[in-house]
């Protein structure tokens, strides 16, 4: 790590904080580096049906707009499989009976400061509809306000194929199926 001298915050929001460090680079000069961080540890899910298909969401990102992607977003804290099991409900309609953590990574790490976890889901059924009295929304006004505009199944050889044409260009993604991949043997 390159020693820090001071450091600032120049921008944050409940999501994420942007901060400024002075540093010593690597060949003893001084330098200015940016930092994003993220507030807590965000999650990704591979939700895998017992057909052997993965569940994929299309969202609108604001930076790329369309992407197919696996189930993903914050955490509430240290408990990122209460994170998991939330983002998969809101994003998808779904439950998972069997959860596994198959990996841990961190996002752009050369501009960020943003630690990932991975579950791999399985036993999947519909999350029940919510009644209301504990004042969640339902799924489909979640997925609208994610900019979900498709939650699909797509068979895991499908999946391997989109990601090699490009149709599954989200790097996060990628790395969360070749994290559930290993863990299923599917890599030699």
Same mark, same amino acid.
């Given at each position: 790590?390159?020693?820090?001298? *001071?450091?600032?915050?120049? +921008? *944050?929001?409940?999501?994420?904080?942007? #901060?400024?460090?002075?540093?010593?680079?690597? &060949? @003893?000069?001084?330098?200015?580096?940016?930092?994003?961080?993220?507030?807590?540890?965000?999650?990704?899910?591979? *939700?895998?049906?017992?057909?052997? $298909?993965?569940?994929?969401?299309?969202?609108?990102?604001?930076? /790329?707009?369309?992407?197919?992607?696996?189930?993903?977003?914050?955490?509430?804290? !240290? &408990?990122?499989?209460?994170?998991?099991?939330?983002?998969?409900?809101?994003?998808?309609?779904?439950? *998972?009976?069997?959860?596994?953590?198959? =990996?841990?990574?961190?996002?752009?790490? @050369?501009?960020?400061?943003?630690?990932?976890?991975? +579950?791999?889901?399985? =036993?999947?059924?519909? #999350?029940?509809?919510?009644?209301?009295? &504990?004042?969640?929304?339902?799924?489909?006004? $979640?997925?609208?306000?994610?900019?979900?505009?498709? #939650?699909? /199944?797509? !068979?895991?050889?499908?999946?391997?194929?989109? #990601?090699?044409?490009?149709?599954?260009?989200? @790097?996060?993604?990628?790395?969360?199926?070749?994290?559930?991949?290993?863990?299923?043997?599917?890599? @030699?």
């Amino acid at each position: 790590m390159w020693p820090v001298t *001071a450091s600032r915050t120049v +921008y *944050a929001n409940p999501w994420i904080e942007v #901060v400024e460090d002075d540093v010593v680079r690597p &060949d @003893g000069s001084a330098g200015i580096y940016g930092v994003v961080r993220l507030r807590q540890p965000a999650v990704f899910v591979v *939700a895998l049906t017992d057909a052997d $298909e993965v569940v994929l969401v299309t969202v609108d990102r604001h930076t /790329t707009g369309p992407s197919v992607e696996v189930p993903a977003g914050g955490s509430d804290g !240290p &408990d990122t499989l209460a994170g998991a099991r939330r983002e998969l409900a809101e994003e998808t309609g779904l439950r *998972a009976e069997h959860w596994r953590e198959v =990996g841990r990574m961190d996002a752009l790490n @050369g501009i960020c400061l943003a630690p990932e976890v991975v +579950y791999l889901a399985t =036993g999947l059924s519909p #999350v029940a509809p919510s009644d209301g009295a &504990d004042g969640a929304r339902d799924e489909a006004a $979640e997925q609208e306000a994610e900019g979900i505009s498709a #939650v699909r /199944t797509v !068979p895991w050889p499908e999946v391997m194929a989109m #990601v090699a044409d490009g149709r599954i260009r989200d @790097g996060e993604t990628v790395a969360a199926l070749m994290f559930a991949a290993l863990a299923l043997g599917r890599v @030699g």
